[in-house]
Structures are given as structure tokens and as C-alpha cells.
């Protein structure tokens, strides 16, 4: 029900840093857990990242913590995602998702809600 559009990305050194945007606009309130997936070429979606609503609760896939900071602006409508030390492996569209149901047991993101078109990062020397 929210339109997102994603921006930030680009071409970056391996080591380099990127921070992604994601901006909803046109629906109502937004009070679900919103995330990130990525996309390779030739892959499957996969999930980066996801945060609660106030932003106190994150989760990351094993490859990016440490190095992948989620944050929101609820005021703004906005996501984000911090990406240091990129490496080339973290090649792919990023795509955000305004509803995501995550299941820490199993480490599962079940993306439920409408998806943005994606921004293009590419990690290369």
C-alpha cells in the first residue's frame, strides 16, 4: 500500500561504503517491520537486514553484521542501510520491502508487503 523508491546506490571499491535510502510516500501509517533484500544476478531475493518499528529491534544476515547498519526515520517515511567494508560478494540490486515478518528461530524473513524497484550497488576494484 506504500510506494517506495530506493536510491543510493552505485559502484564502489571493495572496503568502500554506500548508504541506501528507501522513501515511502502515499499509504497509510507505517507500523511494520520494514527491510532489505539483495539480489545477485542469476540468484535468488535474499535478505540483508530488517527492523521493528521504534528501531530498537535489528536483525542481519550473518554475511553483513558487523559491517550493515539498518536505521529508520519514521518522520521522514524513511529507511536506510548503512553498508560498510563493502565487499564484492555484496554485489547485487538492494530492494526494500515495508512489511517484513522475522522469525529468529529459524533466521527467516518473510517479505509480505510491497517491494520498491531496487537500487543497483556494485562492489569492484
Known amino acids: 500500500q506504500l510506494q517506495l523508491v530506493e536510491s543510493g546506490g552505485g559502484l564502489v571499491q571493495p572496503g568502500g561504503s554506500l548508504r541506501l535510502s528507501c522513501a515511502a510516500s502515499?499509504?497509510?501509517?507505517?507500523?511494520?517491520?520494514m527491510g532489505w533484500f539483495r539480489q545477485a544476478p542469476g540468484k535468488e531475493r535474499e535478505f540483508v537486514a530488517v527492523i521493528s518499528l521504534s528501531g530498537g529491534i535489528k536483525y542481519y544476515t550473518d554475511s553483513v553484521k558487523g559491517r550493515f547498519t539498518i536505521t529508520r526515520d519514521n518522520g521522514k517515511n524513511t529507511l536506510y542501510l548503512q553498508m560498510n567494508n563493502l565487499k564484492p560478494e555484496d554485489t547485487a540490486v538492494y530492494y526494500c520491502?515495508?512489511?517484513?515478518?522475522?522469525?529468529?528461530?529459524?533466521?527467516?524473513?518473510?517479505?509480505?508487503?510491497?517491494w520498491g524497484q531496487g537500487t543497483q550497488v556494485t562492489v569492484s576494484s
Open positions: 520491502n515495508d512489511h517484513i515478518l522475522f522469525d529468529p528461530q529459524s533466521r527467516s524473513a518473510f517479505p509480505i508487503g510491497s
Open positions: 502515499g499509504g497509510t501509517d507505517r507500523s511494520y517491520d
